[in-house]
C-alpha cells in the first residue's frame, strides 16, 4: 500500500521561498505519476502541480505558473515543490497524491502560511 509523507511546511514572509517534499514507499515511484494539492482555509482542494513518471512532462495550475516547480528525484522516492515569490493566497495545507491502480493515495499534508 502506498504511504506519502510530507514536509517542509512553515510560515513564511510574502515573496520569500520554500520547499516542501514528499517521501513514497510502498509503491514503485519511478513508475507513477506524482501531483500537488493544496486547500487553503474554508476553501476547497485544488490542484496545483502534475509531473510524470520520468520528470519529462510538467503541468501547472494558472495560479503558481511561473512561481512553483515540481521536481522528483526517483533514487530517493522523493517528490518536491520549490515555491517562489509566495503570496498570502498560497497560504493553505500542501498535500501530495498518486494513483494506484485507480485507487487514490494522499499524504496527511503539510502546512504553509505565508504573513507578513
Known amino acids: 500500500q502506498a504511504q506519502l509523507q510530507e514536509s517542509g511546511g512553515a510560515l513564511v514572509q510574502p515573496g520569500e521561498s520554500l520547499t516542501l517534499s514528499c517521501v513514497v514507499s510502498?509503491?514503485?515511484?519511478?513508475?507513477?505519476?506524482m501531483s500537488w494539492f493544496r486547500q487553503g482555509p474554508d476553501l476547497a482542494r485544488e490542484w496545483i502541480a502534475r509531473?510524470?513518471?520520468?520528470?519529462?512532462?510538467?503541468a501547472y495550475a494558472d495560479s503558481v505558473k511561473s512561481r512553483f516547480t515540481i521536481t522528483r528525484d526517483n533514487s530517493q522516492n522523493t517528490l518536491y515543490l520549490e515555491m517562489n515569490n509566495v503570496e498570502t493566497t498560497d497560504t493553505a495545507v500542501y498535500y501530495c497524491?498518486?494513483?494506484?491502480?485507480?485507487?487514490?493515495?494522499w499524504g496527511q499534508g503539510t502546512e504553509v502560511t505565508v504573513s507578513s
Open positions: 497524491k498518486t494513483k494506484v491502480d485507480g485507487i487514490d493515495y
Open positions: 510502498g509503491i514503485p515511484f519511478g513508475d507513477k505519476a
Open positions: 509531473i510524470s513518471y520520468d520528470g519529462s512532462y510538467v
